[in-house]
């Protein structure tokens, strides 16, 4: 049996976002739990609620569908996300890969894709709006070239291109162990493995790299 995929959308248009409701329910394998006007409510009802699905707008009072991303990223069992956005920037969308988010709506055409969207993000596969696949290119082929240049970054496990990620953004050793669940001496070994794989000598120096390449790991 077929299990259920509930949700909790977040939209500060109320019409909007019952239509999004609308296009959900229209599927039987879809249960929207709970709604929300910005940001904040929407964090607290999904920590609430546990759906396997968020579908928030990024553009929110209170906090962005990314701030709220990025919060649920630093907890255990996160549900999967669906992004929507009225705009189609490259920045934005970089910053939602990075994040581990899947799908990327342009609002547009949310009504005909979200159904489709979260089908494919709880079976593990990505969903970008067609009108955003340019873009998309573009990311792999900067990620294809920054490969090519270091080597060593395709060795890096799951768990260590996490850790890189979160040096990128300057945060401390406790930081990371906090926010992975992970002793500190862990993640100073990771630090360690890190820099191994990538040929990088001295703590300073695995910062500098992550700091000049933050927008490619």
Same mark, same amino acid.
């Given at each position: 049996?077929?299990?259920?995929?509930?949700?909790?959308?977040?939209?500060?248009?109320?019409?909007?976002?019952?239509?999004?409701?609308?296009?959900?329910?229209?599927?039987?394998?879809?249960?929207?739990?709970?709604?929300?006007?910005?940001?904040?409510?929407?964090?607290?009802?999904?920590?609430?609620?546990?759906?396997?699905?968020?579908?928030?707008? $990024?553009?929110?009072?209170?906090?962005?569908?990314?701030? *709220?991303?990025?919060?649920? &990223?630093?907890? !255990?069992?996160?549900? %999967? +996300?669906?992004?929507?956005?009225?705009?189609?920037?490259?920045?934005?969308?970089?910053?939602?890969?990075?994040?581990?988010?899947?799908?990327?709506?342009?609002?547009?055409?949310?009504?005909?894709?979200?159904?489709?969207?979260?089908?494919?993000?709880?079976?593990?596969?990505?969903?970008?709006?067609?009108?955003?696949?340019?873009?998309?290119?573009?990311?792999?082929?900067?990620?294809?070239?920054?490969?090519?240049?270091?080597?060593? $970054?395709?060795?890096?496990?799951?768990?260590?291109?996490? *850790?890189?990620?979160?040096? &990128?953004?300057? !945060?401390?050793?406790? %930081? +990371?162990?906090?926010?992975?669940?992970?002793?500190?001496?862990?993640?100073?070994?990771?630090?360690?493995?890190?820099?191994?794989?990538?040929?990088?000598?001295?703590?300073?120096?695995?910062?500098?790299?992550?700091?000049?390449?933050?927008?490619?790991?």
């Amino acid at each position: 049996m077929k299990k259920t995929a509930t949700i909790v959308i977040a939209d500060d248009h109320p019409m909007f976002r019952s239509g999004v409701r609308q296009a959900l329910e229209r599927d039987p394998d879809m249960k929207v739990l709970a709604e929300a006007g910005d940001g904040a409510t929407a964090l607290a009802l999904i920590q609430e609620q546990r759906p396997r699905v968020a579908v928030l707008d $990024i553009n929110m009072p209170k906090m962005s569908g990314l701030d *709220v991303a990025r919060a649920l &990223s630093k907890e !255990k069992n996160p549900p %999967e +996300i669906v992004l929507l956005t009225m705009f189609d920037d490259e920045e934005m969308l970089n910053e939602a890969m990075d994040l581990g988010v899947k799908a990327y709506l342009l609002k547009e055409s949310a009504s005909i894709d979200i159904s489709n969207a979260v089908h494919a993000v709880i079976e593990g596969r990505h969903f970008i709006s067609p009108a955003m696949t340019d873009k998309l290119l573009k990311r792999q082929e900067k990620h294809l070239e920054f490969a090519t240049k270091q080597p060593g $970054i395709d060795q890096l496990s799951p768990t260590e291109r996490k *850790v890189l990620k979160l040096i &990128s953004d300057s !945060k401390t050793s406790k %930081e +990371i162990a906090e926010g992975l669940f992970l002793s500190p001496k862990t993640v100073d070994n990771y630090r360690f493995k890190i820099s191994e794989k990538l040929g990088i000598r001295g703590a300073y120096s695995l910062l500098k790299f992550a700091l000049e390449n933050k927008k490619l790991l």
